[in-house]
């Protein structure tokens, strides 16, 4: 697993990223992962792009959930974003006690497609 860092120190916006990049001869598939975004804006949001595009957006999940993105054949890059604080908001709103302000990531897969 890997966690987001503690980001609640810095004096603005901050983000985090776990980068995953496939190779040119990628045949295309099913990208998975297991996570748990206990996040909520304005205070911080985890989004996961492929290319540069937002593919998800994911906030309050408290228990592990499985997100899995379909991914074209060829080369790409995948960032999974934590992101604090990105409406630059101050003083942010009391801390919901649902909010543990991280992000875990788990048992990433990719599988072609039909398997």
């Given at each position: ?16 990223n ?24 304005p ?36 960032d ?36």
């Amino acid at each position: 697993s890997i966690k987001s860092p503690y980001l609640e120190d810095s004096e603005g916006p901050a983000i985090s990223n776990a980068t995953l990049v496939t190779c040119d001869f990628f045949p295309g598939g099913i990208l998975q992962f297991k996570t748990i975004a206990s996040v909520l804006p304005p205070h911080d949001i985890f989004i996961v792009y492929i290319d540069g595009e937002e593919a998800a957006q994911l906030v309050n999940v408290n228990e592990w959930t499985e997100p899995t993105l379909g991914l074209s054949p060829g080369a790409h890059r995948i960032d999974f974003s934590y992101q604090y604080n990105t409406f630059g908001v101050s003083p942010l709103p009391p801390n919901p006690a649902t909010r543990l302000g991280a992000v875990w990531i788990d048992d990433v897969s990719l599988r072609p497609f039909g398997e």
